[in-house]
């Protein structure tokens, strides 16, 4: 049973910061989605296990930066000059692939999403 359990998120100004961490059961092609009210689930960014770069969306790159602990169980998403746009659920997910899809459908497993909301 793969699990995936999220930690972090909550509210903060615009211009402020927050990190999300996400811990797996194993080591997995890794990834963060959001979700605002009305939207469609987006990818933010993702990484792969056994090394490799992440890979943002242009919505974040410059700002979020996505890391994986030593051991490749958790990965941590830090969010720097947050937006009000920003503001989602945030969920984690998780791929026996090794190449970091950005679709959500490419994922078997998912967080139980987390809540960022960031006011102006």
């Known amino acids: 049973q793969v699990r995936l359990v999220e930690s972090g998120g909550g509210s903060v100004q615009a211009g402020g910061s927050l990190t999300m961490s996400c811990a797996a059961s194993?080591?997995?092609?890794m990834a963060w989605f959001r979700q605002a009210p009305g939207k469609e689930r987006e990818v933010v960014a993702t990484?792969?296990?056994?090394?490799?770069?992440?890979w943002y969306s242009d919505a974040v790159k410059g700002r979020f930066t996505l890391s994986r602990d030593s051991d490749e169980f958790t990965v941590h998403l830090t969010m720097d000059r947050l937006k009000p746009e920003d503001s989602a659920v945030y969920y984690c997910a998780a791929s026996v692939g090794l190449t970091p899809a950005r679709v959500a459908e490419e994922y078997e497993y998912w967080g139980q999403g987390t809540r960022v909301n960031v006011t102006a």
């Open positions: 990484i792969r296990y056994r090394g490799g770069r992440p």
């Open positions: 194993g080591r997995y092609t």
